[in-house]
């Protein structure tokens, strides 16, 4: 069966250093994809990412960055320079190709940037 | 595009009560879902529909119903509430499983 443990319930920063999200995924499917979601303090679901598991480039969007490794089945999120609006709850979600489900999702690591 | 539209926002249910969470989309998304959200436990799935007249469970479906007549709405039916329903519920569509799902603002439900 599909898991994503992400195992850092809460992360505490100071504005401007660099932090790192962990996400470990287990799956028994060869072709699956995964997601991270942002949900601030508003509560809205926010999209940040999908990754298919045949590409394993990192990908950067701004002061966002992913770092994909099968060989460790991690799927990590760093954020660059933060943000006190970084401040929220992030997910890492896994969906299986040949699954049946939807998303299965992390328990969340909640990212709090103090000025 | 309004995109995932939910209602109401909040509301409160007395146990036993029963009621529905409306869903729609405005995108001809295929693939719908509704999830719950509690403390400290992410998101996990309850009903999703790959098309219209086509639903099926999730990890936690018991005490809720659901069905797609038409691919713009799947609304969830809570048929008895239990305060266990307590929770956030969030609707989410998606061009199909594997696909990036768009989430609804979600509705807050106390169930007392």
């Known amino acids: 069966a599909q898991k994503v443990t992400q195992a850092q319930t809460e992360i505490s920063v100071v504005e401007k250093e660099d932090v790192t999200l962990d996400c470990v995924y287990e799956?028994?499917?060869?072709?699956?994809?995964l997601f991270w979601y942002k949900q601030p303090p508003s509560g809205e679901l926010v999209f940040l990412i999908r990754?298919?598991?045949?590409?394993?480039q990192n990908e950067i969007s701004g002061r966002y960055s992913w770092n994909f490794q099968k060989s460790t089945s991690s799927f990590n999120f760093t954020i660059t320079a933060s943000q006190v609006v970084d401040s929220a709850v992030y997910f890492c979600?896994?969906?299986?190709?040949?699954?049946?489900?939807?998303?299965?999702f992390g328990k969340g690591t909640h990212l709090i940037i103090q000025p | 595009n309004a995109g995932v539209t939910q209602t109401p926002k909040f509301q409160v249910l007395k146990t036993g009560q029963s009621m529905t969470l409306q869903c729609a989309q405005d995108?001809?998304?295929?693939?719908m879902s509704w999830y719950r959200q509690d403390p400290g436990m992410g998101l996990r799935l309850i009903h999703y529909?790959?098309?219209?007249?086509?639903?099926d469970q999730g990890e936690v479906p018991n005490g809720y119903n659901v069905s797609r007549s038409t691919t713009e709405d799947f609304p969830l039916r809570l048929l008895s509430a239990a305060p266990s329903q307590t929770s956030v519920y969030f609707c989410?569509?998606?061009?199909?499983?594997?696909?990036?799902?768009?989430f609804g603002p979600g509705t807050r439900l106390t169930v007392t």
């Open positions: 989410a569509s998606s061009l199909s499983r594997t696909y990036e799902q768009y």
């Open positions: 979600a896994l969906s299986e190709q040949g699954g049946a489900d939807g998303l299965t």
């Open positions: 995108m001809n998304h295929e693939y």
């Open positions: 990754r298919n598991s045949f590409d394993e």
């Open positions: 799956t028994r499917d060869t072709t699956y994809y």
């Open positions: 529909s790959v098309g219209a007249g086509i639903t």
